[in-house]
Each structure stands twice: as C-alpha cells, then as structure tokens.
C-alpha cells in the first residue's frame, strides 16, 4: 500500500542484511522506513517469497517497487549513479551473504557507525598550527644567518638574479612575497608573524584566513630560502597547510559547528598514500643494494644527517636485528599505505603501523617536524568517534546532537556553500592530477605530457609534490670540519651546534628545531665545494666574521675576530663501538681524508672560486 515515504524490506533472518540495514538507517535518517520482510511480506503480494529472499524491495510512496542494487542506490539518495552492470555483484553478494558477513564482521565490525571527521578535521588544524609555530620558530633564530643580508645566501640578491633572467615571470618561478620587501626585518617579521598567526588558529581565531596566510608565508620562505629550505618535509608542510585551508570545521561557544567538506579528508589520505608508498617504491626503484638485501639500517643510525645518542644504541644491535629492522620499514612503506583506502578496522590498523613507523623515526634520528607532520595526517585515517573521548561529556553530547541533526535530514555534505564545493572540486581534480602525474613519472623516469606540463607550472607553488626519503642508503659518512687561522699554521675547528665534531660530545637531539646549516653541510660532505657554491659563500663569511653566521656555530674559536684563512677538513667519521667507548669515552672515531676546501683567505676568492694561499 502506498506511503508517504519509500519502505526498504529486507530479509530479518539475514545477518548481513542487518548490519548494513542498520547502517542505511543512520545514514538516511527518517526519510526511509525499514522493515523485514517477515513481518510487512504479506502486505505486498506483488512480491514473492522467492524475491524478498534474494534481494531487498523498495516501495516507492507511489507504490512502483525496485529491487537489488537499484533499491540500494535509490535508498541511499545516488540513483543518479547507478548502471545496470551494479545488479551482477549485487546477485554475487546477495548468493553469498554468510561468506560477506564474516567479511564485513572482520573488516567494519557488527556495528557501522558513518564516518564524521568534523572533529576529526578540527583536531588537525590544532596539530598543523603547532607545527607552523615550530616551523617559524625554528628559522626565526638562523633566517638572518642563513638568508639575510649578511647571511649566507642574501635573499635579495637571489632575487636580483631572478629579475634578471626571468623578467614578469619572476613572480611565478619564485612566488614570494619578499620581491616587495627581502631586508632582514621583512625576514625575521615572516617568522614572527608566523608564529602569531599559528597561535590564533591555535585557539580557533581566523582559522581559514589564517591558514591562508601561514601558507602564503611559509611558501614564501621556501621559495625564497634556495638550498636552506630545499627539504621535503618543507614541501610537505606547504601541501598539507594547502589543503588545510579548505577545512571547514569550528567551535563555536559550546557547540561544534560542521561545514565538512569530506573530499577533503580524502585528499589528506591521498597525500599520506604519496609520501609513504613513493618513500618505499624509491628505495627500489634505485636499485640501491643495501635496501635489497636488508642492510640498510646497518649503516643508517650512524651516516643519517644528525643521529642522536639513541642512533649510537641501536648501530650496536646485531646484524639479523638490522635486517630486521629494515624489513619491517619496507614492508610498513610499500604495503600498509594501501589500507589508507581499505575498510575502518583495516585502516586504523594501517594507521597504527604507520603512527610507530614515524614514533620510532622520531626517537632514532633529528628529522626536525617531518615525523610530527606525518603523524599528525595520520589523523585522517580515523574518525570523531575515535577522539569523542577528548572532549568534555557537554561536548560530546553537542558533538552527537550535531550530527544526528544532519542525518535527520538526510545531510550527508554538511552546510558546505555551493561556492565552496566548486572551488574544492576544481582543487581536487588539480591535486589528483599533478599528483598522478608525479607518481607516474616516479616510476617511469620519464616525463609524460601533456600532464607534465601542468607539473612543471605547478611546481614553484609546492601544491603537490614528490616524495621518496632516503632513496640510496649511504655506507660511509664524510664529514667536514671548518677550521680558522691567523697566521695559517695554527688551525682551530668551528663547533657546530649539532653536527658531530668533538669525538668525546654525544650525539644530539635536535628535533622538531632543524639546524639547517648543519643539515647542509651534511649533504656537502656528499660532493665537494664547486658543487655547492653557498658552501663557499659560507666559507667567505666566516673570514669577514659575519656576526649573523658566527650566531649559526656553537662556537666561535677566535671570539668574534674574523680570521685571515679558513679550510675545511675532510674526514670519515663512524660510531664507535661499546667497547671503544668505554676504554675513550668517545662516540665517534675518524680518519683524516685530506682537505675539503684548502686553505683559503679574503684575497684568494676569486670569480673561479677559491684558491691555495
């Protein structure tokens, strides 16, 4: 008989049906009736026996029936989406309900809740604010030393250069706000300001412009920052503060107010799925030895950039821990990123693996906020009922009153302006192309057109990116050490803050702060001085004692006076063992292997680079 809503008759003896009819109902709120067919079949004699046992009936108001995946589609709101093709893997599901509901049971549980990631979302921002703040903060104390005026790498004669050679197109290759303003003030009030619009995000004030801003900022000072602000984890912070802007969840007083955009916590899934699966297929894709045959953590606490005294533990592990060890970090790389897509209980079991991935390369290594962030877009691999708990019982009961005012109304968008969902869809079809096309050119070595032009033109706005850490394991560590003169027979070291130097001074934790002169001159011991032309400007500096690069060092042997040459010591250094270390007292031990930069003063720089005193 008709009804002024449709009614769904499922069979009542059916588990399966059950759990996903339950699951329906929360999802359509009172704009369905259920019922099984056991207790309304013989309401409906146009129905036989034979059809409600294999497939669910839709009575529409008007009284027309549909059944199988049709009714589904129409029951759920999607009848635009549904193709006759749907009905064969209804039949194959429908004619094996016992085997899928043993599935189901394992992969989503007896009871399926609909995902809400309002809280979710917000609890992420709070995470990405703090990483912002740490980020500023990290370069408000070396921004002048590395990039000012007296800096290693002026920003504003990188930009002359730019100008030069680019003309309009600067703005594009190099998009900075700095072409208004590069003095050391316009630097150092970026960080500043930087960590006062983090703080307001922080505590929900201009969230979305505030988001906004951080990223218009932090790319500024990426693109402007040349080698010191090259990193991955520089990039990654950008494309995650990128797609952070179109969150659009808030508290208000003692209500949480949804605008959940949900494409959005898909996009922040996709991006984890890059960063980690790509940070696997590398490692393979180079073909590097170490990684295939397990030996790559063997030498990767001691060669990494800045180890820490947890490094120097685990370097004396035993070799089958190492393997080991390096197993499980490929198969956490190149498998668990493909649960990120699976269902609930198998994605947050991937979650967890990949959360204890990034735990343990925290406590093992000085990788600055790169592990925090990649934690931090773990988040979105659960859902608000995983973090109800963090909230206060008058909270949690705004929380649950919220969304269940939603799905009263059948509201399975949120209060999303249409204007917003355009813009989100634009930014989706951009963010899942560019980064389409980075993994495949990742895996072929090839550009492939006409996607890579859209690469090539995105690229200086870091929207999307590649990733892959650690491609090639390095089994030898060269190490530098800067040294000063006065008259070019006494030689007195530099002391870096973090980098290791003095045999004697442990290895030191450093993270989420990022050293990023000692981080380069990790990668500069990799080649040599004409390789690294800021190396030499480095090395300029110190003999015209820059204040603001001596503010880099730990410390300055000759107590602010400049010298009259500097060189750079060439050495090996490695871990000593246990039983070294208790019979020196040393961490490190080294051996001298010749000279990186020879022994340069003021008047022997030249246009050709420096030159033997």
């Given at each position: 008989?008709?009804?002024?809503?449709?009614?769904?008759?499922?069979?009542?003896?059916?588990?399966?049906?059950?759990?996903?009819?339950?699951?329906w109902r929360k999802l359509t709120g009172d704009g369905v009736e259920y019922a099984p067919?056991?207790?309304?079949?013989?309401?409906?004699?146009?129905?036989?026996?034979?059809?409600?046992?294999?497939?669910?009936?839709?009575?529409?108001?008007?009284?027309?029936?549909?059944?199988?995946?049709?009714?589904?589609?129409?029951?759920?709101?999607?009848?635009?989406?549904?193709?006759?093709?749907?009905?064969?893997?209804?039949?194959?599901?429908?004619?094996?309900?016992?085997?899928?509901?043993?599935?189901?049971?394992?992969?989503?549980?007896?009871?399926?809740?609909?995902?809400?990631?309002?809280?979710?979302?917000?609890?992420?921002?709070?995470?990405?604010?703090?990483?912002?703040?740490?980020?500023?903060?990290?370069?408000?104390?070396?921004?002048?030393?590395?990039?000012?005026?007296?800096?290693?790498?002026?920003?504003?004669?990188?930009?002359?250069?730019?100008?030069?050679?680019?003309?309009a197109m600067r703005f594009v290759y190099v998009p900075t706000i700095f072409w208004m303003n590069a003095s050391d003030a316009a630097l150092q009030g970026v960080c500043y300001?930087?960590?006062?619009?983090?703080?307001?995000?922080?505590?929900?004030?201009?969230?979305?412009?505030?988001?906004?801003?951080?990223?218009?900022?932090?790319?500024?000072?990426?693109?402007?920052?040349?080698?010191?602000?090259?990193?991955?984890?520089?990039?990654?912070?950008?494309?995650?503060?990128?797609?952070?802007?179109?969150?659009?969840?808030?508290?208000?007083?003692?209500?949480?107010?949804?605008?959940?955009?949900?494409?959005?916590?898909?996009?922040?899934?996709?991006?984890?799925?890059?960063?980690?699966?790509?940070?696997?297929?590398?490692?393979?894709?180079?073909?590097?030895?170490?990684?295939?045959?397990?030996?790559?953590?063997?030498?990767?606490?001691?060669?990494?950039?800045?180890?820490?005294?947890?490094?120097?533990?685990?370097?004396?592990?035993?070799?089958?821990?190492?393997?080991?060890?390096?197993?499980?970090?490929?198969?956490?790389?190149?498998?668990?990123?493909?649960?990120?897509?699976?269902?609930?209980?198998?994605?947050?079991?991937?979650?967890?693996?990949?959360?204890?991935?990034?735990?343990?390369?925290?406590?093992?290594?000085?990788?600055?906020?790169?592990?925090?962030?990649?934690?931090?877009?773990?988040?979105?691999?659960?859902?608000?009922?995983?973090?109800?708990?963090?909230?206060?019982?008058?909270?949690?009961?705004?929380?649950?009153?919220?969304?269940?005012?939603?799905?009263?109304?059948?509201?399975?968008?949120?209060?999303?302006?249409?204007?917003?969902?355009?813009?989100?869809?634009?930014?989706?079809?951009?963010?899942?192309?560019?980064?389409?096309?980075?993994?495949?050119?990742?895996?072929?070595?090839?550009?492939?057109?006409?996607?890579?032009?859209?690469?090539?033109?995105?690229?200086?706005?870091?929207?999307?990116?590649?990733?892959?850490?650690?491609?090639?394991?390095?089994?030898?560590?060269?190490?530098?050490?800067?040294?000063?003169?006065?008259?070019?027979?006494?030689?007195?070291?530099?002391?870096?803050?973090?980098?290791?130097?003095?045999?004697?001074?442990?290895?030191?934790?450093?993270?989420?702060?990022?050293?990023?002169?000692?981080?380069?001159?990790?990668?500069?011991?990799?080649?040599?001085?004409?390789?690294?032309?800021?190396?030499?400007?480095?090395?300029?500096?110190?003999?015209?004692?820059?204040?603001?690069?001596?503010?880099?060092?730990?410390?300055?042997?000759?107590?602010?006076?400049?010298?009259?040459?500097?060189?750079?010591?060439?050495?090996?250094?490695?871990?000593?063992?246990?039983?070294?270390?208790?019979?020196?007292?040393?961490?490190?031990?080294?051996?001298?292997?010749?000279?990186?930069?020879?022994?340069?003063?003021?008047?022997?720089?030249?246009?050709?680079?420096?030159?033997?005193?």
């Open positions: 008989m008709p009804s002024s809503k449709p009614l769904l008759i499922y069979d009542g003896r059916c588990g399966f049906c059950k759990i996903w009819l339950d699951y067919s056991q207790d309304v079949g013989e309401l409906y004699p146009q129905i036989s026996k034979k059809e409600f046992s294999e497939a669910v009936q839709l009575v529409r108001p008007d009284g027309s029936i549909a059944s199988g995946a049709l009714a589904v589609f129409e029951t759920l709101g999607h009848e635009k989406l549904y193709l006759p093709l749907f009905e064969w893997p209804y039949r194959i599901i429908a004619g094996h309900r016992d085997l899928f509901y043993h599935l189901t049971k394992w992969t989503f549980g007896t009871e399926i809740e609909p995902a809400r990631f309002a809280l979710t979302q917000w609890i992420f921002v709070r995470m990405l604010a703090v990483i912002y703040a740490i980020a500023f903060g990290s370069l408000t104390v070396q921004v002048k030393g590395l990039l000012g005026a007296h800096g290693i790498l002026p920003v504003a004669d990188y930009l002359m250069v730019v100008a030069e050679n680019t003309g300001a930087g960590i006062a619009i983090a703080a307001l995000v922080l505590v929900g004030i201009f969230e979305r412009a505030g988001l906004a801003i951080l990223f218009v900022l932090y790319l500024s000072l990426s693109a402007a920052g040349q080698e010191f602000l090259s990193f991955q984890w520089d990039a990654l912070l950008i494309e995650a503060g990128f797609l952070a802007i179109f969150i659009t969840v808030s508290f208000r007083g003692n209500s949480l107010q949804i605008g959940n955009v949900r494409v959005v916590v898909w996009l922040f899934r996709w991006l984890l799925f890059r960063l980690m699966f790509l940070s696997g297929a590398v490692k393979l894709l180079s073909h590097d030895k170490t990684w295939r045959n397990l030996s790559a953590l063997s030498y990767h606490y001691w060669t990494q950039p800045l180890p820490n005294r947890i490094s120097w533990y685990l370097a004396q592990m035993p070799d089958w821990f190492q393997k080991m060890s390096t197993a499980f970090v490929l198969g956490v790389e190149l498998g668990v990123p493909f649960l990120i897509f699976a269902p609930r209980r198998m994605r947050i079991f991937g979650a967890k693996c990949l959360l204890i991935l990034q735990v343990l390369i925290f406590l093992t290594g000085n990788y600055t906020f790169f592990n925090l962030l990649a934690m931090a877009m773990c988040v979105f691999l659960f859902d608000d009922r995983d973090f109800e708990w963090w909230l206060k019982p008058p909270l949690q009961a705004k929380a649950r009153a919220t969304q269940k005012a939603g799905r009263k109304h059948g509201d399975r968008t949120g209060a999303v302006p249409m204007f917003s969902r355009l813009v989100v869809a634009a930014v989706t079809a951009l963010v899942l192309t560019i980064g389409l096309a980075r993994m495949i050119e990742t895996f072929s070595q090839e550009p492939v057109e006409p996607l890579h032009s859209i690469v090539k033109y995105t690229a200086p706005f870091e929207i999307v990116n590649s990733y892959g850490l650690f491609a090639v394991m390095t089994t030898m560590r060269p190490e530098i050490v800067m040294e000063g003169s006065m008259d070019g027979e006494t030689w007195r070291p530099y002391t870096f803050p973090y980098k290791p130097g003095d045999l004697a001074r442990a290895p030191r934790w450093a993270a989420p702060h990022q050293p990023r002169l000692d981080w380069q001159m990790w990668f500069a011991a990799l080649g040599n001085y004409r390789e690294n032309p800021w190396f030499v400007n480095f090395a300029v500096k110190l003999l015209e004692g820059s204040p603001e690069v001596r503010g880099l060092l730990e410390a300055d042997p000759f107590q602010g006076r400049a010298p009259q040459y500097v060189r750079g010591a060439l050495y090996d250094y490695s871990f000593t063992d246990a039983e070294e270390r208790r019979r020196t007292g040393n961490w490190w031990k080294r051996e001298a292997k010749g000279m990186y930069l020879p022994a340069v003063g003021l008047r022997a720089v030249s246009s050709n680079g420096p030159q033997n005193q």
